[in-house]
T-cell receptor, first 114, second 113 residues
Framework: AQSVTQLGSHVSVSEGALVLLRCNYS??????LFWYVQYPNQGLQLLLK??????LVKGINGFEAEFKKSETSFHLTKPSAHMSDAAEYFC????????????FGTGTSLTVIP | DVKVTQSSRYLVKRTGEKVFLECVQD?????MFWYRQDPGLGLRLIYF???????EKGDIPEGYSVSREKKERFSLILESASTNQTSMYLC????????????FGDGTRLSIL
């Protein structure tokens, strides 16, 4: 079975500061991992994905995430926060034995303080 | 770009009504999904489909049914709407094969009065 835990339902950072959103996963088989962003009143947009190639994955809008098997983590980072990064972020896991079924975390709301 | 279109952005219905939420994708994806999103609970899977006329229950199927008569269209049906089904509903699609991302529509915010 697969599951995802996102630590911190709300994160606030100052504009220009480092963004770190935490995601830990549980999977009995090698996982596929995803980060999505949701702006108000919109659907989810894919930021980046890990599918067993490079462990450091670069995504859109300057975000990246590192897959750490020993820590079962896939934390999302961005070196310098921008006001436009304020949104809800979701981590998700799927696996080869569950087809394309995703398991989502409960989300982290990011606030950027000017 | 993949386009997943949900028929309504906002919908208001009354308790006991039969409600249809429609979703269409234009990328010939095999897989389609219906989620509901509630604050603090994230996304919860209601039903999904791997092929035409095929459906599988997700984590919270009670009170819902689905229909997939054509590959591009996946409908969610609330047989008899109740106030606890007030929520944001999200449709998604993906191609078959491991590691494929899901592509989401903009959601339907449904209020049951």
């Amino acid at each position: 079975a697969q599951s995802v835990t996102q630590l911190g339902s709300h994160v606030s950072v100052s504009e220009g500061a480092l963004v770190l959103l935490r995601c830990n996963y549980s999977s009995s088989v090698p996982p596929y991992l995803f980060w999505y962003v949701q702006y108000p009143n919109q659907g989810l947009q894919l930021l980046l994905k890990y599918t067993s190639a490079a462990t450091l994955v670069k995504g859109i809008n300057g975000f990246e995430a590192e897959f750490k098997k020993s820590e079962t983590s896939f934390h999302l980072t961005k070196p310098s926060a921008h006001m436009s990064d304020a949104a809800e972020y979701f981590c998700a896991v799927s696996a080869s034995n569950t087809g394309n079924q995703f398991y989502f975390g409960t989300g982290t709301s990011l606030t950027v303080i000017p | 770009d993949v386009k997943v279109t949900q028929s309504s952005r906002y919908l208001v219905k009354r308790t006991g009504e039969k409600v249809f939420l429609e979703c269409v994708q234009d990328m010939d994806h095999e897989n389609m999904f219906w989620y509901r999103q509630d604050p603090g609970l994230g996304l919860r899977l209601i039903y999904f489909s791997y092929d035409v006329k095929m459906k599988e229950k997700g984590d919270i199927p009670e009170g819902y049914s689905v229909s997939r008569e054509k590959k591009e269209r996946f409908s969610l049906i609330l047989e008899s709407a109740s106030t606890n089904q007030t929520s944001m509903y999200l449709c998604a699609s993906s191609p078959s094969g491991g590691g494929q991302p899901q592509h989401f529509g903009d959601g339907t915010r449904l209020s049951i009065l």
